[in-house]
């Protein structure tokens, strides 16, 4: 069966240190997103992307980059990690037409100390 | 601004009951809308979508309304059951490529 993993699914980095979260999907889905999600703000895009080599920024993109080699992948980095980057990060995908249906996978819980 | 409400208070109902959750969104004219379900420890999974021209669609126990003169969906779930408890998103679909605006969420408590 087609799935979304994400890994980690727990992380605990210092303050500074440079972080990449992975995702893959099975799905073979050109849309992959990437959002965070804190109590009171519900899901937030970073980034997101139409297919290899594309990226785009999203609404809360400051501190984010990704990379789109591949239909499967979509890592996400942090590239110094601060306190405000805690949070729980979720990876969708959906098909680049139709009705936009996006698969989110298991999420990843970040802890920045 | 543009924004997205969903009830911010917890929804708290009987077993059996009817609950019904409201998402209200300005300055947007979406060409869908889409629920979802996200349990504790786990990503959205998508439950449901209406289109701008369609007023009603149904799903088993799900009906949801879209009235884009009101901006409003009201998603329920009749014959409530306790596996029914979870948080429930909407997502506007504001045809920008397949991206989403979600609502922060409605947590739904449905009592034995």
């Known amino acids: 069966d087609a799935e979304i993993t994400q890994s980690p699914r727990h992380k605990i980095t210092e303050t500074g240190r440079q972080v990449t979260l992975a995702c893959h999907q099975t799905w073979n889905h050109n849309n992959m997103f990437w959002y965070r999600q804190d109590l009171g703000h519900g899901l937030r895009l970073i980034h997101y992307?139409?297919?290899?080599?594309?990226?785009n920024k999203g609404e809360v993109s400051d501190g984010y980059s990704v990379s789109r080699s591949n239909t499967e992948d979509l890592p996400l980095t942090l590239e110094s990690a601060a306190s405000s980057q805690t949070s729980v990060y979720f990876c969708a995908s959906s098909e680049a037409s139709g009705s936009n249906e996006q698969f989110f996978g298991p999420g990843t819980r970040l802890t920045v100390l | 601004s543009q924004k997205i409400e969903q009830n911010s208070e917890a929804l708290n109902i009987q077993e059996g009951k009817t609950a019904t959750l409201t998402c209200n969104y300005t300055?947007?004219?979406?060409?869908?809308l889409q629920w979802y379900r996200q349990d504790p420890g786990r990503g959205p999974v998508f439950l449901l979508l209406?289109?701008?021209?369609?007023k009603e669609k149904r799903k088993e126990r799900l009906k949801v309304t879209f009235d884009t003169t009101l901006k409003q969906s009201l998603f329920h779930i009749t014959a409530s059951q306790p596996a029914d408890s979870a948080t429930y998103l909407c997502a506007l679909d504001i045809g920008q490529g397949g991206k989403l605006i979600f609502g922060q969420g409605t947590e739904l408590s449905v009592k034995p």
């Open positions: 992307s139409y297919g290899v080599q594309d990226t």
């Open positions: 209406i289109r701008e021209n369609e």
């Open positions: 300055n947007y004219s979406p060409a869908y």
